[in-house]
């Protein structure tokens, strides 16, 4: 009988879509037993009530100020990994120090739970190798085709490279970072009428009907097929040097909405101050004076219109409630 673990990220709602479909189908298998959940995320969670309430707060800001955002108040955002264990039974383990790769927990798997596959579904943590011997297979969900996208922010980057296509790929899991063998996956035409956000879901909710296929492969121990076509690699520091403007005079008109169409917020130096900026206005040869402006290296003056998807006066006072905490 396999043992399986399952790694996720309690702050991420790609673990719970994912998690939470994992465990309606491993309850119904009798050749398999899931061992514990493993919480790979930074830091604790937190209680479940300021949860809801920091959800229902932001969706709210968003569609009262932003009326063509869409609000997802909806299970999978108000849940965690913890709660969906507590639903199913199931045991949480929580690394020494949140390091999934650190020798004790290694050690601890490898001789007290002894697994023999491992699900990774929304992990901030690169698996090492000690680790990933603890197991005869393990598989990580990775949301984009590969080997496009390797890294992080796969689906911003492919937004902002104006692909025709978007997708997923369940595949195993090797030395290098998302360069295993693809045992799953699926690729889909990519529309200009939907959010970052609005693909995440829908590539998330795509991937999870595949979960059953994939339990099965995991079983056989399939190789899978080696990833084919011309890769790319973005992490943390190639998305932080996007999406942080430090010169925005520097940038034309088009690269930064094009940068804000793609990655949804943009941290922009705005007369020496950075600001979380999520929309903005453009007017043609209009001089602006408000702190809030700026103008383009083509001379167009933007004028900031929301900063954390609020208009000014309000994201004021948002400030100021957050200073009195």
């Not at 061992?35 to 300021?50: G, H, N, Q, R, Y």
Request: charged fraction near 25%; include cysteine.
């Amino acid at each position: 009988m396999d043992k399986i673990i399952i790694f996720g990220d309690s702050s991420s709602f790609i673990t719970n879509i994912l998690l939470k479909n994992l465990l309606e189908i491993i309850r119904t298998c009798k050749d398999i037993e899931l061992v514990a959940v493993v919480d790979t995320a930074s830091s604790p969670p937190d209680p479940k009530i300021l949860r809801v309430i920091k959800v229902i707060l932001f969706e709210l800001r968003k569609k009262i100020f932003n009326p063509q955002e869409k609000i997802y108040l909806t299970e999978w955002r108000f849940n965690n990994l913890y709660d969906l264990c507590r639903k199913f039974s199931v045991k949480v383990l929580v690394p020494p120090l949140r390091d999934v790769n650190s020798t004790e927990f290694t050690s601890y798997l490898k001789k007290e739970l002894k697994p023999t596959i491992g699900f990774v579904m929304g992990c901030p943590q690169v698996i090492h190798k000690d680790l990933r011997e603890a197991f005869e297979i393990m598989v990580n969900y990775h949301n984009s085709s590969l080997p496009q996208y390797r890294g992080v922010y796969a689906t911003a980057w492919s937004i902002y490279f104006n692909d025709s296509f978007t997708g997923f790929s369940f595949h195993r899991i090797s030395d290098k970072l998302d360069a295993g063998n693809i045992l799953l996956g699926e690729s889909f035409a990519l529309s200009e009428k939907r959010t970052l956000l609005d693909w995440e879901i829908i590539k998330t909710f795509k991937a999870s009907d595949y979960l059953s296929a994939l339990i099965e492969l995991a079983q056989q121990r399939a190789l899978g097929t080696a990833q084919q076509g011309a890769s790319s690699y973005f992490g943390q520091k190639e998305y932080n040097l996007m999406t942080q403007i430090d010169h925005p005079q520097e940038l034309t008109f088009a690269e930064i909405s094009k940068k804000l169409k793609a990655f949804s917020s943009l941290r922009i130096n705005i007369h020496g101050r950075y600001y979380e900026v999520t929309d903005f206005s453009s007017k043609k040869n209009k001089l602006l004076n408000d702190h809030l402006s700026f103008i383009t290296k083509d001379n167009i003056h933007i004028q900031v219109t929301r900063v954390c998807y609020l208009p000014w006066n309000f994201y004021k006072m948002y400030e100021w409630v957050k200073r009195k905490r």
